[in-house]
């Protein structure tokens, strides 16, 4: 029968334990401290048991849960570069109301805990019209079909299966990126079709923005530096450029 570790263990240490006290007994000669000793150790164990069963697995699980945070925000912040900010600045031109939404975008440099939870209430809240006749469905069909492995691989990473609302949001590009790919000809759709399309695409918009702007949240309170290239990268902002001007 093959002992695993953990048996092997507490051998060793109840070895070391018994060979301690045996010593103590042998070459001290005082049996009843030892006793003592024990009765007292063995009262305190409870505690031990307390504080490394439910203390340090508490601290264990928090720091296990911000390392998979920062994992899974990289991952997310690979996304936005290659797939999500171009799509969003595609979509954008498609929004009748982007104006009121680009007033609440841009401003990120001007930031703080308060401000950005209103700017998310607020974008929450924006009507996410979207006219598929305006859209460039060619364009965005090439540009998704040319990402699609990228975004395969996104799905197939592990630290993703804990962000619902992210999965949620490749779910809604990939169904885009079929509807488009299940089309030969974007210049003969009914009107019907162009709503069904236009439904498709505010999802994937309405979803994105907001995930866009925790993730911008990420950044400016864990790395103010990549946050400042977001902003001046803001896929809302006509005038945006990397370059630093200020």
């Known amino acids: 029968m093959k002992i695993n570790w953990e048996v092997k263990l507490a051998i060793v240490l109840v070895s070391m334990s018994l060979s301690i006290y045996s010593f103590k007994l ?42 998979r945070l920062e994992k899974m925000n990289m991952v997310i912040g690979t996304f936005f570069s290659e797939v999500g900010k171009q799509l969003m600045r595609e979509i954008g031109k498609s929004d009748p109301g982007v104006g009121r939404i680009r007033d609440l975008l841009v401003q990120g440099k001007e930031w703080d805990a308060d401000t950005t939870a209103l700017v998310r209430k607020q974008a929450a809240s924006h009507d996410y019209a979207v006219d598929a006749s305006a859209v460039d469905m060619v364009h965005i069909h090439e540009f998704l079909s040319s990402r699609r492995d990228f975004m395969l691989r996104l799905l197939e990473n592990p630290v993703l299966l804990e962000h619902e609302s992210f999965t949620d949001l490749l779910r809604a590009v990939f169904h885009l990126t079929e509807e488009l790919g299940c089309r030969t000809d974007f210049g003969c759709l009914p009107s019907t079709d162009y709503a069904h399309l236009s439904g498709d695409i505010r999802r994937v918009y309405e979803r994105m923005v907001i995930q866009w702007l925790d993730y911008m949240n990420y950044l400016r309170t864990s790395y103010p530096y990549l946050y400042s290239l977001e902003m001046r990268t803001n896929p809302f902002d006509l005038n945006a450029s990397p370059v630093v001007q200020e």
């Open 26 to 67: 042998v070459f001290l000669k005082n049996p009843q401290d030892t006793a003592n000793y024990i009765f007292n150790a063995l009262g305190f164990l409870p505690i031990n048991v307390l504080l490394v069963t439910i203390v340090l697995n508490k601290l264990l699980a928090i720091r296990s849960r911000r390392e």
